[in-house]
């Protein structure tokens, strides 16, 4: 496999795992937009729910109140209280037993009906004109001084109208002290006794109070607020923000409507959802503000949540698919493998079950690709055979070659050295003879060392020599520790042949050297002799009529080497002949 292609298993994982991916991620960009949009709408619908539950506490806290100040303005016993206040010198007893007798009355009003009662502490102020007061608790002189001063401040001249006058100190010396504000509504006493003169009722509760109404389940602060018509915080869920200005924190022109709800205002504390609504029995309104950020942070641990959940499915997911390409591709793998192993020619086994894992398709797929191999074996096996054959007629043509007209001149010389009476060449010629048929037709290998081949080239010039008086001289320079290296046989004796009766035609000595080493890693066998040389080079016309011996030995090369085999001729000075090989056989 070439490196950077990506495998069948790694392919199909990634286009499993794209399958689901691309998808996925698709729909995480599509559906956070969706989500966000989802979380506002329910936290606005949240929040108006809200708004108008605590709107609904504070109207009934506020019709109570009304309807009990309605109840006190119009008693008689309080209108008859309110006139001796008119006097101008109360002593000190009589005011004691006007304040009796009013914390008395008021307390009896209020609790006529349960309807008017509300369960928290109510606080009733009554004042005519001068410096007279009557109060439903204590307070210092001071003080007494201070909230009348406050309440008349506060209070218009409108009779039978009811004034909601918002924040007022709270003066009480023992109860409640700790809450500093009150929430005041005042009224004018329905008094037709004495026309032109007026009296004042003024009640009212602590800002805690309407705190509980605002923030009804008690288990948690919200940024609620409740707002005079001047949008000053009346009540908060936050008391710090109690007394402060609402244009300190948004724009007060979006408050156009009796109710309405906004996403995404601006404001000195960040971006809010904004739901307001005014009150039904004063001119006071409901504002809550809950931070964007909420949203922000229920989005992303929704977006957490899902991506943990994505990843698991990923995860098993991936752990199947892997389980099913691996099913998939482990056929093709294991075929894969078993191509890589095959050799050619090697032998096949008759008979190969097909593995249990594999589907019909590879099976099928194993089975021919089984059949081929067998064939391709048994074509191989056949080849091999046929080329060694092939080889074996090749020699066995050079060995002809020498058998006819070699051996009969031969023959010849040695019959005339015994005709002339020299018995002594007569009988080297025979031994040499005898030794250079042993070796080229009697022994059968078809590879031979090198040195033996130099024996055969030595064995055959010295007869050269002798039987046609010739001086020719053989030098060899092996290297490389080539002496054992195999060769075909009768691999270079031709070359020699053809420079001895060529090279050497018309002259009575010369020299052939034989080299052998490594180079290039390949085994170079040069043979050159310093005869005529060559006009035209014998590769171009060798036949097996024409150069026969060049022809045979081009064609062993190709057999025993294939294409790693080479020869190559040369004229320089004589003939050079170049036989590469390489060092092993493939």
């Not at 490196?3 to 298993?9: A, I, N, P």
């Not at 008119?86 to 309807?115: G, H, T």
């Not at 009476?421 to 078809?446: C, P």
């Amino acid at each position: 496999m070439r490196r950077g292609r990506l495998s069948l298993f790694q392919k199909l994982m990634f286009f499993m795992i794209a399958t689901v991916a691309v998808p996925m991620i698709w729909s995480e960009v599509r559906s956070n937009s969706t989500i966000s949009n989802i979380l506002e709408k329910q936290e606005a619908l949240e929040m108006r729910d809200s708004v108008n539950l605590t709107a609904n506490n504070i109207d009934g806290v506020m019709r109570s109140l009304v309807l009990q100040i309605l109840g006190l303005c119009q008693d008689e016993d309080v209108i008859e209280i309110a006139e001796e206040l008119k006097a101008p010198y109360i002593s000190a007893e009589k005011m004691n037993q006007l304040k009796l007798r009013f914390i008395d009355r008021s307390d009896q009003v209020m609790q006529v009906d349960r309807v008017y009662k509300l369960d928290m502490r109510i606080y009733t102020m009554l004042a005519a004109e001068g410096e007279y007061g009557l109060f439903n608790f204590t307070c210092q002189q001071k003080e007494f001084k201070e909230c009348l001063s406050e309440l008349k401040k506060k209070t218009t001249k409108n009779p039978y109208t009811i004034r909601w006058l918002g924040l007022l100190n709270n003066y009480d010396a023992y109860h409640f002290k700790h809450e500093a504000n009150l929430i005041v509504l005042g009224m004018q006493l329905d008094n037709g006794i004495s026309q032109g003169e007026e009296a004042m009722l003024w009640m009212g509760v602590t800002e805690l109070a309407f705190r509980k109404s605002l923030i009804p389940d008690g288990s948690k602060i919200k940024d609620v607020f409740l707002l005079d018509e001047n949008y000053t915080i009346l009540s908060a869920g936050h008391p710090e923000y109690v007394g402060r200005s609402m244009e300190e924190f948004l724009d007060t022109n979006l408050f156009q409507m009796d109710e309405g709800q906004m996403i995404g205002v601006d404001t000195s504390e960040g971006k809010v959802i904004l739901t307001y609504k005014k009150l039904d029995n004063c001119p006071w309104m409901i504002v809550d503000m809950s931070p964007y950020q909420n949203v922000l942070s229920k989005v992303t641990e929704i977006n957490q949540n899902r991506f943990m959940v994505n990843i698991i499915y990923i995860m098993v997911f991936m752990i199947i698919a892997a389980f099913l390409v691996d099913q998939i591709t482990r056929p093709l793998r294991w075929l894969q493998k078993e191509m890589q192993e095959f050799q050619p020619g090697e032998e096949v086994e008759t008979t190969r079950k097909t593995p249990s894992f594999m589907g019909k398709e590879v099976s099928q797929l194993y089975q021919c690709y089984y059949n081929m191999t067998g064939n391709i074996s048994e074509l191989m096996v056949e080849n091999e055979r046929i080329q060694k054959k092939k080889r074996e007629a090749e020699l066995r043509a050079l060995q002809a070659q020498i058998k006819p007209h070699f051996l009969f001149n031969t023959l010849m010389s040695i019959r005339c050295a015994i005709g002339n009476g020299n018995s002594k060449k007569a009988s080297d010629m025979a031994l040499y003879l005898s030794k250079l048929l042993r070796n080229t037709i009697v022994k059968g290998e078809e590879v031979v060392p090198l040195k033996e081949e130099i024996s055969i080239i030595n064995t055959y010039i010295c007869l050269q020599n002798m039987r046609s008086y010739q001086q020719i001289q053989l030098w060899t320079d092996i290297r490389d520790n080539l002496e054992d290296f195999r060769i075909p046989k009768l691999l270079l004796q031709p070359m020699v042949e053809n420079a001895i009766v060529h090279g050497f035609e018309e002259r009575e000595t010369g020299e052939i050297r034989l080299s052998a080493c490594i180079k290039d890693g390949k085994v170079e066998l040069v043979i050159r002799d310093n005869g005529k040389g060559f006009s035209e080079n014998p590769l171009d016309h060798c036949s097996e009529s024409v150069h026969f011996g060049v022809y045979s030995v081009k064609n062993r090369l190709q057999l025993y080497y294939g294409n790693n085999g080479e020869i190559r001729y040369e004229s320089d000075e004589g003939t050079i002949v170049t036989i590469t090989v390489p060092i092993d056989r493939r």
